[in-house]
């Protein structure tokens, strides 16, 4: 390999490994706001049903 | 998906169809990925300041963060450019910078302006006077774009290449195809992120905005 071509090859693996990082970052986030979204459907059904019990009861 | 193959086809392109320059060998394939690369780092900034625009003439909902996720993208391609030009020069001319060239510095300039924004940005609490604030510094640098542009087209005395001149492009046939390929590869990469950030970014909003009301 001669250095002209070392030198290509490093420039090259710069911008991949740079969109590589980019994609991992997002991949992260994605993760965090899957989490976040189970967590708040989670909390929507505790008040839901939380919400529902009194209502049974008036109907009772 | 769309960004993924151009930027198969551009590399196929570069390593096994173009031939080599014939002034500067095979060092040369780094411009096919550079000037796209800074090209492009440019339509962010135009991008981020035509938003910002927006936000500042018709307060248009959500332009001051696609403002600020085009900046983001900018800065990143922007650090590109420079760390791809960089090696470039080491090959051609024996140096990883040299200062005394205009286009190089005034991209560093436009760059390091750039980056500041996000000191601003995050120095400043959420709200309407942020974004004002953030919009009229974009403003503000969108003006070194054509600066650091034109400046490498009416240098006398530089070193840097120019490709493209007022008469017309000094490459052709596979070799231009090449070029185009590339620029619409890392323009396609651009607007792919760009749209991957921004719905990142809205949802991020919403979720917050969800939690405070279920809280």
Not at chain 1, 24 to 44: D, G, Q, S
Not at chain 2, 82 to 90: D, N, P, R
Not at chain 2, 168 to 175: F, K, L, S, T
């Amino acid at each position: 390999m001669t250095t002209a071509e070392k030198y290509v090859a490093a420039a090259y693996l710069v911008v991949f490994l740079a969109v590589l990082a980019y994609v991992f970052i997002i991949a992260l986030k994605l993760v965090r706001l899957e989490r976040e979204v189970a967590e708040l459907t989670e909390l929507a059904a505790k008040r839901a049903d939380r919400e529902q019990v009194p209502e049974l009861t008036r109907v009772g | 998906m769309s960004a993924f193959g151009l930027m198969a086809a551009s590399v196929v392109l570069i390593f096994f169809v173009v031939p080599d320059d014939a002034d500067q060998g095979f060092s040369q394939r780094i411009f096919y990925f550079h000037v796209p690369i800074a090209l492009t780092s440019y339509v962010c900034f135009g991008w981020g300041a035509w938003k910002a625009l927006l936000h500042l003439w018709k307060r248009a909902r959500g332009a001051d963060l696609e403002s600020y996720v085009a900046i983001h993208l900018g800065v990143i391609f922007g650090a590109l450019t420079l760390l791809t030009g960089s090696i470039w020069a080491k090959i051609s001319w024996g140096h990883w910078w040299v200062w005394s060239e205009n286009q190089l510095v005034l991209f560093l300039v436009l760059f390091l302006f750039y980056c500041a924004y996000f000191m601003l940005r995050f120095s400043v609490e959420d709200g309407p006077a942020r974004a004002n604030l953030c919009a009229v510094y974009a403003l503000f640098g969108v003006v070194l774009i054509p600066v650091s542009f034109l400046a490498l087209r009416l240098a006398q005395h530089i070193i840097h290449p120019v490709v493209f001149t007022a008469h017309g492009p000094r490459v052709h046939g596979v070799m231009l195809l090449t070029f185009c390929v590339s620029l619409a590869a890392m323009l396609t990469l651009f607007a792919t992120l760009y749209h991957v950030e921004l719905a990142g970014k809205r949802l991020d909003s919403r979720l917050r905005e969800l939690r405070e009301l279920l809280a």
